[in-house]
């Protein structure tokens, strides 16, 4: 394997070291946590919300007919 190069191995530093880029990095990563979590959020409710939201309609619908 080759060594680097001196002026290689300075721009390799260079880039490891820079820092520009690293705020819109960061709120890329946390948008994506955000968005994922609620999308397994979501997943895990919707059963639970349709439930709910079944049987009251099917309360209300029931309560309708059995009035005069």
Do not use: C, N, Y
């Not at 999308?39 to 309360?59: D, E, K, N, R, Y």
């Amino acid at each position: 394997m080759r060594s680097l190069s001196i002026p290689h191995s300075r721009r390799l530093i260079r880039f490891w070291t820079d820092e520009t880029g690293a705020v819109t990095v960061d709120w890329v990563v946390l948008t994506v946590a955000v968005a994922g979590l609620a999308l397994t959020i979501a997943t895990l409710m919707t059963p639970q919300i349709f439930a709910a939201v079944g049987s009251t309609i099917v309360s209300f619908i029931t309560e309708a007919q059995a009035r005069p």
